[in-house]
């Protein structure tokens, strides 16, 4: 009579470990997903603390170097008059466009990308229109912080979907 | 008894139509203090939007002072505008790098938003300001917010025209040769108007009333952003008001084409025609221009006074003959300008040459002698001094009279115009533009220059036109002298040191030409030759080009048609003239100074915001200008007493006092009278 054949154990803590870091990993991305949401609620709304989610001298918005306009200064209190007026007038600028938080719909993670710095893309669609707002939530020891906002408009819908599923596949 | 039911009839009708006249009066009251009174709440509420973001910007405070760190700042003078530009015109590759890689897509999509960007940063950074770190944080802040709210404002630019997609920058680069299947989107800002959405919501709100289309909305937004800030905001606000009140119903064809749909022959209003002009041109006019062209004008009253007689300038008494003159002084009252005077001895140098040339024998065709002086006053006093017609106007010149006499008297009478041009302030020339710019320069007359041109069968009406009518004459007259000059004997001198024959040719070298009109050996001709064959022509073409460009420069053209503040606008219709006045008073705005205290050893350096309401520190010191006025004059047209539209024959006027502060509350009426 053969002993019926159960895994290793060391298979077993493999797999065991395997699910861990998934489901680790899988919360990593949610919780980015979190963040990336509520940085980008803060700054609508004009609040300061938004502050401390963004690491101010890798920024970079809509193509803009924020980070390079940001570390011309050398100064605290330079640096802290930057980070407040920013605020107050991507409030402003939001607002007088007639932006709605509600309008970003959809978000997800979009792609995670190890190099140069360990960053989680998150996606928001913008309701009933062909355009995507990427926020890219960077780690860097130990912290994660909002580093990129990006917005693209998608010119062909079903290519960009293709694209999408395949780039969640690699995820 | 018939009778007197009639008449009692007609008194009663009377009464009805002047009460209902009276009733429009009062409307047209009412209609002229809403338009002040909305126009003043509008730059109030501009004024204090921008106190409130250089307010914010500061920090919350009126005043940010620091012991270091601000030395730096005064690096940086840069114009909000240029700044922007530069700032968010650069693109990177979409999606940070893979979908180039994957796709090569490279466009960048500008997109713009006029009123965030306007409102939250283009006029709140200025000059200094925006070297520091709270301007470049604003001015990031507000262009992306901007960009990301309009994204997300779930409309589109044709529906609203706040978020519009301005340009595509770039083509498809990709190496496959695929559609791109995303672009990125950029900030980008073609527009930084203070206000601009509240403006063009209600230019768009009025232009709708006019018959206009949001392209002609957008595009004298785009017009007027180029002026100045506060020449900005002041014609904003004169539009504002005077949209409220001009119901001008008259419509002409689109000529300039207005609303950029190509189409030149559809009717439009001629207010919304007026608009477009000023809008055009108000950004190029500013105080330099204005002096400018009284230094043109200057220029040519003291060349034409100088030829004439008033022995000054680049050719003193060039036109002068010993038997009259034009006065040339203008501290004489402008009546006794066109009084002629008695000649000089020795005359002119023309003049002299050609009655030299007379006196040997030769017939010019375009000089006589005289006509004399006591001649030619009789005879010019019997010369219409308004317009005639027919016999009135047959008055036959004094004998003597030619071509070159006509020539002085036509500058004369340019001479005349400019004088009584430069007497107006720049103000008032600037107001009444378009009832003098054809004295100046009349596009049609530059057919002047065609050589088939006959100045006897089509007299010049302008003074470019006058100009150019001497510069023929003294071409032709050039020209007729050079004809006869290879006829003309060589010189011999006798014993006297006299010529024997005159005119007659030098003979000294092949590269000297000269000769004698007479038998004195002063050699006329090339002193004549020098003024008519290239002097003359040659000043007298600048003094032209000064003209026209004085007229096509813009400041003298349509453009300030109305004057720029105040401003005048004026229409005919079946009920008669009319005219609505705007002015808006000289307000301050809104603005961040750099200020040092203490010495070199301790000391702060502060950021100060002045202007920032209307009461601030007393800075308009006790005059209150804080106000917009608002006039309006129905002429009553020729019909009888009872049914005219005016039966006040006066104007209304209305002016409203604002006040503006950092908060919304202080945006308010003060009051209005």
């Known amino acids: 009579m053969k002993t019926p054949r159960h895994g290793s154990p060391a298979a077993l803590c493999g797999a065991c470990l395997l699910a861990f870091v998934l489901l680790v990993s899988g919360c990593g991305a949610r919780q980015d997903v979190a963040l990336a949401r509520r940085v980008l609620v803060l700054l609508v709304e004009g609040r300061y603390s938004a502050r401390h989610l963004i690491d101010w001298e890798k920024f970079t918005a809509l193509q803009q170097p924020v980070g390079e306009q940001y570390s011309a200064f050398a100064g605290e209190g330079d640096r ?26 959809h978000w997800r993670v979009l792609e995670v990308v190890e190099e140069p710095l360990r960053v989680t893309r998150v996606a928001a669609d913008i309701k009933d229109r062909p355009l995507m707002l990427i926020l890219d939530i960077g780690h860097e020891k130990g912290k994660r912080r909002l580093v990129r906002i990006e917005a693209v408009k998608i010119t062909d819908e079903e290519a960009f979907r293709e694209y999408e599923k395949g780039a969640r596949r690699a995820f | 008894m018939a009778t007197l039911l009639i008449l009692l009839m007609v008194i009663g009708l009377s009464f009805v139509l002047f009460t209902a006249n009276i009733g429009n009066v ?64 650069s693109a990177a590759p979409a999606i940070g790098g893979w979908f180039t890689t994957a796709l090569g897509g490279s466009q960048m999509l500008a997109m713009t938003a006029v009123g965030a960007i306007g409102g939250a940063a283009g006029g709140a950074i200025g000059g200094e300001y925006a070297g520091t770190g709270a301007g470049r944080g604003a001015l990031m802040g507000a262009g992306i917010g901007a960009a990301i709210g309009g994204m997300a404002a779930g409309i589109t630019g044709a529906e609203t025209g706040k978020f519009t997609e301005i340009a595509l920058v770039g083509e498809n680069a990709s190496a496959m040769g695929a559609a791109s299947i995303s672009v990125p989107i950029t900030a980008g800002l073609s527009q930084i108007v203070v ?14 009333r006019m018959r206009a289309i949001d392209d002609y909305i957008n595009e004298i937004m785009k017009m007027l952003s180029k002026a100045s800030e506060k020449d900005s905001m002041t014609q904003m606000t004169i539009m504002r008001a005077m949209s409220g009140v001009v119901d001008d119903p008259n419509m002409s064809p689109d000529v300039n084409d207005t609303n950029y749909n190509r189409d030149t022959t559809e009717l439009v209003s001629d207010y919304q025609a007026w608009w477009w002009q000023r809008a055009k041109n108000i950004p190029k006019v500013d105080s330099n221009s204005i002096a400018n062209a009284l230094l043109g004008l200057d220029g040519l009253l003291a060349f034409i006074g100088g030829i004439l007689g008033g022995g000054y300038g680049w050719a003193p008494d060039l036109l002068v003959s010993k038997e009259y003159m034009w006065p040339t002084d203008l501290s004489l009252p402008a009546a006794q300008l066109d009084i002629l005077l008695p000649g000089k001895d020795p005359e002119g140098l023309l003049a002299h040459s050609f009655r030299a040339l007379e006196g040997s024998g030769v017939d010019l065709s375009f000089w006589e002698p005289g006509p004399q002086y006591d001649v030619y006053t009789a005879a010019y006093a019997h010369v219409p001094s ?201 307000f301050r705005i809104p603005n961040i100074v750099k200020r040092e205290y203490g010495n070199w050893w301790k000391g702060k350096t502060c950021l100060e915001l002045e202007s920032y309401s209307d009461n601030w520190e007393f800075t308009n010191l006790g005059k209150d200008e804080n106000y917009v006025e608002v006039s309006r004059y129905d002429q009553p047209s020729g019909q009888a007493a009872i049914g005219r539209w005016n039966p006040l024959n006066r104007s209304i006027t209305k002016r409203a006092y604002y006040s503006y502060g950092l908060t919304w509350d202080d945006v308010h009426l003060r009051h209005r009278h």
């Open chain 2, 386 to 586: 308004t317009a005639c017609t027919g016999a009135a106007c047959d008055v036959p010149p004094p004998p003597g009279y030619d071509r070159f006499d006509m020539a002085v008297a036509s500058l004369h009478e340019a001479y005349i115009w400019v004088s009584a041009l430069r007497q107006q302030s720049p103000s008032a020339l600037a107001a009444t533009w378009d009832h003098w710019i054809n004295l100046v320069y009349d596009p049609a007359e530059d057919a002047l220059d065609d050589p088939a041109y006959n100045p006897y069968t089509d007299p010049p009406s302008s003074i470019y036109g006058i100009l150019t009518l001497v510069i023929y004459e003294m071409n032709s007259w050039m020209a007729e002298i050079d004809a006869l000059y290879p006829t003309w004997p060589p010189c011999q001198m006798n014993a006297y040191g006299e010529f024997v024959t005159a005119p007659c040719r030098t003979t000294f070298s092949s590269w000297w030409q000269d000769a004698s009109f007479d038998t004195v050996p002063d050699y006329e001709y090339s002193q004549v030759k020098s003024w008519l064959g290239t002097w003359g022509p040659m000043l007298l073409d600048f003094m032209r080009s000064v003209l026209k460009g004085m007229a096509n420069y813009g400041y003298l053209g349509n453009e300030i048609r109305g004057g720029k503040n105040p401003a005048t606008y004026e229409w005919n219709d079946a009920r008669g003239r009319h005219r609505v006045r705007v002015k808006v008073g000289n």
């Open chain 2, 195 to 208: 206000g601009g959405l509240g403006v063009a919501s209600t230019a768009y709100n009025e232009a709708e």
């Open chain 2, 26 to 89: 009062s409307v047209q009251s009412t209609a002229i203090a809403n338009a002040a009174d909305a126009a003043a709440l509008q730059l109030s509420s501009n004024l204090s939007t921008k106190s409130r973001q250089l307010f914010e910007g500061l920090g919350n405070t009126v005043k940010d002072c620091t012991e270091t760190g601000f030395a730096a700042m005064g690096f940086a003078i840069i114009g909000a505008i240029a700044l922007l530009v530069v700032s968010f015109g």
């Open chain 1, 80 to 105: 802290l008059n930057f980070q407040r007026s920013f605020i107050d007038t991507f409030r402003s600028g939001f607002k007088t466009e007639g932006g709605d938080i509600k309008n970003f719909v």
